[in-house]
């Protein structure tokens, strides 16, 4: 399978800890984007990576939230001291070209439980 | 700012029933326009898509057209199947926009 990779797919924590999430895109795209979805909710935008440039952060992107893409290949999302409110599919994208005729490819999701 | 408002759901069908979802947007620009379906426990995929005026997106028998004087991307079908039963996001990109703006989605149930 040559598509968008998450890991892992269900994550359930205590409130407080810390989480990491990774993914991997499609090997030839350079362009990574991070979404959070709540239930019955469309995606909403986090941040986007350029090869391993960050260059866009929503406001959703709290102090607690910060995002990696080292060598431009995977990436990693951190939420610090996780709350409630926290508790979303968080999806990974990815696309060769940030044009508008480029559709995102998107992962299965990691799903955030916070107890 | 963009945006993108679709019908609210659940929509239940009969199989083999005619589908629609409506879907307007608000946008400046020329955007490209989407349609993603995402089927329980999974991630969201490219159902179909449509880059200008007029254009219509088709695929497994769903199509969409852009319709700029409406401001409108309707998803139709003419006969679902049980197998179509998944969540429908409409979204856009817009020009010189990195990340795509979605819908809330419809739900779609067909029963057979």
């Known amino acids: 399978d040559t598509g968008v990779s998450q890991d892992p797919r269900h994550k359930i924590t205590k409130r407080g800890q810390n989480v990491t999430f990774r993914c991997d895109p499609i090997s030839e795209h350079n362009r990574l984007y991070w979404y959070r979805q709540t239930l019955g909710q469309g995606p909403e935008f986090l941040t986007y990576f350029q090869n391993e440039a960050q260059l866009e952060k929503s406001r959703l992107l709290s102090d ?10 995977f ?13 979303a599919m968080y999806l990974c994208a990815s696309s060769f070209g940030d044009g508008r005729n480029q559709p995102q490819h998107f992962g299965d999701g990691t799903r955030l439980s916070i107890l | 700012g963009n945006s993108v408002t679709q019908m609210e759901g659940p929509v239940t069908l009969s199989e ?14 020329y955007p490209s326009l989407f349609w993603y379906v995402q089927y329980p426990g999974e991630g969201l995929q490219l159902l179909l898509k449509a880059t ?19 401001t409108s991307f309707h998803l139709e079908k003419g006969s679902v199947q049980v197998s179509d039963s998944a969540v429908y996001f409409c979204a856009l990109r817009n020009t010189g926009g990195f990340k795509t703006i979605f819908g809330a989605g419809t739900r779609l149930f067909v029963k057979a």
């Open chain 2, 52 to 70: 200008k005026a007029d254009d219509k997106g088709s695929n497994k028998g769903f199509e969409a057209t852009y319709r700029k004087e409406t």
């Open chain 1, 75 to 87: 990436s990693t999302l951190e939420i610090q001291r996780t709350e409630q409110g926290d508790s």
């Open chain 1, 64 to 73: 607690r939230f910060s995002a990696e893409r080292p060598k431009g290949s």
């Open chain 2, 16 to 29: 083999e029933a005619f589908l629609t979802i409506n879907c307007t947007y608000t946008a400046t620009g």
